[in-house]
């Protein structure tokens, strides 16, 4: 082994001996993918077979050092690298060793990457748009900490919940992917990127970070991201589309003519546990009562519940590409005073029993998964 991998190693070491996490499950559970990756000892203890730690703990291992990078201002002072479309990358990690679920050896490179909006979409020609870009959406940045700020002093300071999907949508974007030439597999990677944070909004973020609660609950939506991307690394079947000259990712057409990208065999596992983590996050962050709600919402299937509980479930039927949930779900919010609360809740059902999202493969797969997740907790 170089000295280099062998440093390496020893740094991924050491922020594995910092990223032990304590568990909100039973043990009484089984190794399968019908639960989520923190749940599933079949995935845990496959990985740590090949890589002599799980697969969690190399994802907190991530987010704990990822989350310390985006408090640090060196960061944020990078300099723009116009082979990169004038982002800033920090190498976090380079060359890592660790093989796939298949037991394939990739060579793993951990870039987070200082952006100049939360989308990736890195097209600027010059160094001025790319500046002037991160200008704008430092300023929608602030318009929202000032809002943010404003309710604290009114009294009325936001949840740890609402705060950190506020955050996450302003800073955190990821993408992971393989890297082959003529066939022959080359390298592996994994990009994390922060908006490219002013002064002025780096310590009002660094301030609200310093309430522990709020750091706490950002960090566990660090963790969903990463955790997400490092799955695409070792799950196989990103290896084989992309050494098929695929995309490495893309959509399908659906039986109602809408196209997403939910269906697809490398979305199914990585959006089924995105959805069951947001469910678990509100349940754990309710009140006693409103937790009792949520265990009967799933115990039931109960598709009002659901949509109701969580912002994620919610957002993925207002996204779906023909627009019908949405423009049902504006219409009933416009006309409520006409309803009762239970005509309300029957027309969220039948809208969800609508959705061309409804009796997919991708569908079916969040409400086992859900089911498996308040089970395997001794919740249902």
């Known amino acids: 082994m170089s000295k280099r991998n062998a440093n390496i190693l020893l740094g991924l070491a ?39 730690f799980t697969f969690s703990e190399m994802a907190w291992a991530l987010t704990d050092s990822i ?60 160094q001025e748009e790319y500046d002037e870009t991160s200008r704008v959406w430092n300023e929608f940045f602030f318009d929202y900490l000032q809002e943010i700020y404003a309710n ?18 302003y800073l955190l974007t990821g993408g992971a992917g393989h890297s082959f030439t003529n066939k022959k597999y080359e390298s592996s990677s994994i990009h994390i990127g922060f908006s490219n944070l002013d002064k002025r909004n780096l310590r009002l973020y660094k301030q609200l970070m310093s309430i522990e609660s709020y750091s706490e609950e950002l960090k566990e939506s660090f963790y969903r991201i990463i955790e997400h991307e490092l799955y695409h690394i070792v799950d196989p079947e990103l290896l084989k589309r992309m050494n098929q000259g695929k995309k490495p990712s893309g959509t399908v057409l659906l039986e109602a003519g809408t196209r997403e ?17 947001d469910f678990l996050s509100v349940f754990y962050n ?17 598709y009002a519940g659901l949509v109701i509980t969580s912002p994620e479930f ?57 089911r498996t997740a308040f089970n395997d907790r001794g919740l249902l």
Do not use: C
Request: avoid cysteine.
């Open 14 to 52: 050491g922020l594995l001996a910092l990223s032990q996490k304590p568990s909100k499950k039973t043990n009484n559970r089984v190794g399968s993918m019908a639960r989520i990756f923190q749940d599933s000892d079949r995935l845990q203890e496959r990985f740590k077979e090949f890589n002599g």
């Open 67 to 126: 989350f310390d990078l985006s408090l640090n201002d060196e960061f944020y002072e990078i300099a723009s690298d116009s082979n990169y479309n004038f982002v800033g990358i920090w190498e976090l990690l380079q060359n890592v060793d660790i093989k796939n679920l298949a037991g394939k050896q990739l060579y793993v490179d951990v870039r987070v990457i200082k952006n100049g909006d939360a989308s990736h979409q890195r097209n600027s020609e010059t």
């Open 152 to 169: 604290i002093e009114a009294g009325n300071s936001p949840t740890p919940i609402e705060l950190s999907k506020g955050l996450i949508n």
């Open 261 to 277: 990208y939910y269906n697809m065999r490398i979305e199914l596992d990585t959006n089924a546990n995105d959805i069951v983590l």
């Open 286 to 302: 309710s009140d006693p009562a409103f937790q009792a709600k949520i265990i009967e919402y799933v115990r039931n299937e109960d």
């Open 314 to 370: 919610r957002s993925r039927f207002k996204m779906e590409e023909s627009g019908q949930f949405e423009r049902e779900f504006n219409t009933l919010s416009d006309h409520i005073s006409k309803y009762t609360g239970d005509e309300v809740n029957q027309e969220l059902r039948n809208m969800v029993k609508r959705s061309p999202y409804y009796n997919t493969r991708f569908f079916k797969k969040w409400m086992k998964m859900l």
